[in-house]
């Protein structure tokens, strides 16, 4: 082999070297952090066509509306309870902490955490998005046709 | 009325870029310098009829005019006047505007600037700047006008910009982005139209290189000011959250990063040449997949823009107009260039082509873990999220080689080193750097994980080599001073970049470490201690602002018996929209940044807040104005400067020496 060939044979190979490694690091690193979307009435009768149903222990996300009624507070400490719910039954989530200034009883919300009961989440993040609009796509989807406690906002198009 | 000019100003101004994109590449194409020519009057004209039509935006804006859709959304009568003139790019269609005027700003000054450039070249870089104004002139008219009215029932009072954008940074932050985003299609004009002239050589990458770095430079700025924006207006404390709309602006910024090094080897050595041509068009790709991204609403994401299904659609069709169309171009021609510069395995090219590669693989995953959920859902396999810990982790991976070659590269030279002329120096470098990490990383802190010692060793390796390589290299001459001045403007950018670079580490590395953060529940005149600081809450006061009101929680914070300050952590509740905002309360220095924010109202009048104490922080935005400004030096070098005019001598020599009338002359 002429030094050229060589040094693109030894380009080559440092090349698929890399990438392979990358992807292995990858492939590893996502493993441990891809997070599933449940919606309420999921996590409790699964979810696709082999209602598959998370495990205790397992880390998800879960999106859904907060019943109203439902949030109890702690009198010592910031340990917040409230149920979520979709087209079916509700969900408890536990989270400790400061509630995004969007957070209100009937408002979509997604929460992150792991499953510590059947239908138990301990939240480490719950997000109420920026946007009073705003639900859950995933939820919007599961509720499609079904009458819910949105807060009603008129864009300005609907007030002229 | 003035809303009809603005609107009629932007068709004018889509005709003039429909002309600039056929007139130039077509004169070029057939070698008519006559239509070549008419590019940049077509450039300029178009800029002028863009601006005309902003500039009847901010009109309409700061006059209350609520018959239009975009004004009565974005805008309210009591907004103060600056935030009225913001607020035209506070929501998606003036956003798309205020790019369109960017892109025609930017096409104007290539067409001002690029004099010295033979007229072939020239017409084409305009010519395809042309035909990417056409395509946003479209959308905007098409699919996303401004200008849309209400007419004949308009509402009495606007809707107001959302609270979240009314802070001085979000004034700022947008247009910085956007002329990140707009300026990389400058180099890829430059990309597009040295494949169809078939000259891909130094010169080219001479040309490319300002543009480029000032790109960059403006993305720098835009992604530090967005991450410092996070962490004061968003009440939690966070910098980065690897959000989708962040990553789209990662994304750029990391292949135009790449593209500057490759630059500089191109432009030295003559080597990489179709790799940068290839960077060129990737990075404006990926500054078309972020807009893509951001406007479609295909993500979900913190960013809460007016998505719409069919703006998506025209986006992902011109984004596979300008991929598929430069990549097919780049397949015929690219074969046709081959780099002339040889190189050894050990030498600096080859460091730049780590550099490269390794920033490849960091977009290629900020890319993968942005689109991934996407496809996951498309294939009907369920919604799934990629948590923040892929990404840092992957990060921290990458890290690792990437700053480590990062110190060693500027010690080598171009071509070819000696292993063994290196050894001593890199093992005093190493030396000094551990020594440093080790007795400043104990003697403040009880604990050091591995992660964190890492990331500061390497912080404190590229800084120690970079000053060992200035010292070494200024040594050479009679004194020091001597040796200062005889390096370029590139010298010093490359020095002050990397620094910058390590600011960023050694931030990033302790705040993630060292960050206490307590979220309490407190009554008023109770207190509590982190971090030798002490926290008291004197209590809760009304406010009363322009457009809103709210709550501020006044918290006095002391060290050992002395006050070092006073915060208000307010909570407001803004007017027209009835939203909640939380303004956190800093008091920032370089040593540590004192964070309060006011969460709920609790019952039996306690309230809940949040304490922080980050360490270190300000040197991840500081790190950031520094690599900026080391883009600033590289604009200023004489290079650039000397070259262009000692080009532009040479043309107007041919210009005399040719007929310019005869209207067939080549050039």
Known sequence: ????????????????????????????????????????????????????????????????????????????????????????PTVKVIYKGILPDLFREGQGIVAQGNLIAPNTIEAFEVLAKHDEKYMPPEVAEAMKGIKHEKPVYNNVKGDS | MIPELGYISLTIALGLSILLCIYPLWGAYTNNLRLMRAAPALAIGQCVFVFLSYAALVYASLTDDFTLVYIASNSSSSLPWYYKITS????????????????????????????????????????????????????????????????????????????????????IHPPLLYMGYVGLSVTFSFAIAALLTGKLDNTWAKWSRPWTVSAWLFLTLGIALGSWWAYSELGWGGWWFWDPVENASLM??????????????????????????????????????????????????????????????????????????????????????????????????VALWFNNILLCVATLIVLLGTLLPLVHKELGM??????????????????????????????????????NALKNKLAIIAVISLTITVSWLYSSYDSVKT???????????????????????????????????????????MVTGHFGFACVIMSVALTSAYSVERDVRMHPGEQITLNEYEYHFDGIKEIVGANYTGHAAVVSIHKEGEKVSELHAEKRLYNVGMQFMTEAA?????GRDLYVALGEKLNDG?????????????????????????????????RYRGASKALQKQDEKNIVSQPIASGEASS
């Open chain 2, 586 to 590: 800093i008091d920032a220095s370089l």
């Open chain 2, 88 to 171: 035209t790019w506070g929501g998606h269609e003036g956003a798309m505007l205020l790019w369109v005027v960017m892109q025609a700003g930017w096409t104007a000054l290539v067409s001002i600037s690029s004099k010295s450039l033979p007229w072939p070249l020239r017409a084409r870089v305009l010519g395809v700047l042309g035909f990417l104004g056409v395509g946003f002139m479209l959308y905007t008219l098409l699919m996303s006008s401004p200008f849309e009215s209400l007419l004949p029932y308009y509402p009495i009072e606007g809707r107001d910009l959302n609270p979240l954008l009314q802070d001085p940074g979000m004034i």
């Open chain 2, 252 to 349: 750029p910024w990391l292949i135009a990063t790449a593209l500057i090094h490759s630059l500089a080897a191109t432009e030295k050595r003559g080597v990489f040449k179709s790799w940068t041509v290839l960077l060129a068009i990737a990075g404006f790709s990926f500054s078309l997949l972020g807009t893509f991204i951001v406007r479609s609403g295909v993500l979900v994401s913190v960013h809460a823009f007016a998505t719409d299904p069919g703006r998506g659609m025209f986006i992902l069709g011109f984004l596979g107009i300008v991929v598929g169309g430069s990549l097919a171009l780049y397949a015929l021609r690219a074969s046709a260039v081959s780099s002339v510069g040889r190189y050894r395995l050990f030498s600096r090219e």
């Open chain 1, 1 to 88: 082999m002429n030094p050229r060939r060589k040094k693109r044979m030894m380009a080559l190979l440092a090349v698929v070297f890399g990438l392979g490694t990358a992807v292995g690091l990858v492939l590893y690193a996502l493993e441990g952090n891809i997070n599933l979307f449940y919606t309420p009435t999921e996590l409790v009768e699964g979810k696709g066509p082999e209602k598959q149903k998370p495990f205790v222990g397992q880390k998800l996300r879960i999106g859904g509306m907060v019943v109203p009624g439902s949030v109890k507070r702690d009198q010592d400490s910031l340990l917040v309870e409230f149920k979520l719910r979709d087209t079916g």
């Open chain 2, 606 to 638: 306690a309230w809940a807040l949040r304490i922080y104490h980050k360490p270190y922080i300000r040197w991840m935005w500081l790190g950031g104005l520094i690599m900026a400004f080391a883009g600033l030096l590289i604009l200023f070098d004489k």
């Open chain 2, 382 to 419: 369920g919604s799934i999220s990629i948590g923040e810990p892929f990404f840092n982790e992957m990060f921290s991976y990458l890290l690792v080689p990437f700053a480590f070659a990062l110190g060693v590269a500027p010690l080598l030279r171009w071509k070819q080193n000696k292993f």
């Open chain 2, 451 to 493: 992660i964190t010692f890492l990331a500061v060793l390497l912080a404190v390796w590229i800084t120690v080599s970079t000053l060992f390589d200035i010292v070494e290299k200024a040594t050479k001459q009679a004194s020091i001073l001597i040796g200062f001045k005889q390096f370029t403007n590139s010298y010093w950018a």
